[in-house]
T-cell receptor, first 112, second 111 residues
Framework: DTEVTQTPKHLVMGMTNKKSLKCEQHMGHRAMYWYKQKAKKPPELMFVYSYEKLSINESVPSRFSPECPNSSLLNLHLHALQPEDSALYLC???????????FGQGTRLTVV | DAKTTQPPSMDCAEGRAANLPCNHSTISGNEYVYWYRQIHSQGPQYIIHGLKNNETNEMASLIITEDRKSSTLILPHATLRDTAVYYCIVALGGSQGNLIFGKGTKLSVKP
């Protein structure tokens, strides 16, 4: 299984809602990543988990809260988002001994 | 910030080789060169990476100059399905290697 699975594929949420994005991999990878991608822009790194510990937070606002419950799962909890947070949210994983990352297909988020 | 410079767009005829250049003049000795591509509306896909030596796999070849300040990704026989944005990324290996994407090159393969 060489897939990174992201759910849901699409999400529409209001500015007062709380929602979560989910990412799952069963490749035994020990590094997992969240990226945000706006239209016609490259992916921007948000968070990195290494061995289930948060190792990088790229100055992301606190309305985005990552969680790594175990080595296979990565969540991104969303609360009080703004319309400008609408984007494609990508999850990725890599073995940890190299940076050959596998990306999921993303969650297309729209904040209304 | 991204440490690489790539042309914003390139065209290639179907069946011909596509040569995508990348400049990374500030690369440090322990940083690798990675190439990813992103087909429209999909997640990025790993292509190849290298440190010093040229590398080849089933998808592409990577040529790194001796001074390591630039590299070229070669798709030997481009097909329409190779139309994508190609990203050249310089990063440390292993768990320290965070992929910071630059603007990439939009490759259009034309029949």
């Amino acid at each position: 299984d060489t897939e990174v699975t992201q759910t849901p594929k699409h999400l529409v949420m209001g500015m007062t809602n709380k929602k979560s994005l989910k990412c799952e991999q069963h490749m035994g990878h020990r590094a997992m990543y969240w990226y945000k991608q706006k239209a016609k822009k490259p992916p921007e790194l948000m968070f990195v988990y290494s061995y289930e510990k948060l190792s990088i937070n790229e100055s992301v606002p606190s309305r985005f809260s990552p969680e790594c419950p175990n080595s296979s799962l990565l969540n991104l909890h969303l609360h009080a988002l703004q319309p400008e947070d609408s984007a494609l949210y990508l999850c990725a994983s890599s073995p940890g001994w190299n940076t050959e990352a596998f990306f999921g297909q993303g969650t297309r988020l729209t904040v209304v | 910030d991204a440490k690489t410079t790539q042309p914003p767009s390139m065209d290639c005829a179907e069946g011909r080789a596509a040569n995508l250049p990348c400049n990374h003049s500030t690369i440090s000795g322990n940083e690798y060169v990675y190439w990813y591509r992103q087909i429209h509306s999909q997640g990025p896909q790993y292509i190849i990476h290298g440190l010093k030596n040229n590398e080849t796999n089933e998808m592409a070849s990577l040529i790194i100059t001796e001074d390591r300040k630039s590299s070229t990704l070669i798709l030997p026989h481009a097909t329409l399905r190779d139309t994508a944005v190609y990203y050249c990324i310089v990063a440390l290996g292993g768990s320290q290697g965070n992929l910071i994407f630059g603007k990439g090159t939009k490759l259009s393969v034309k029949p």
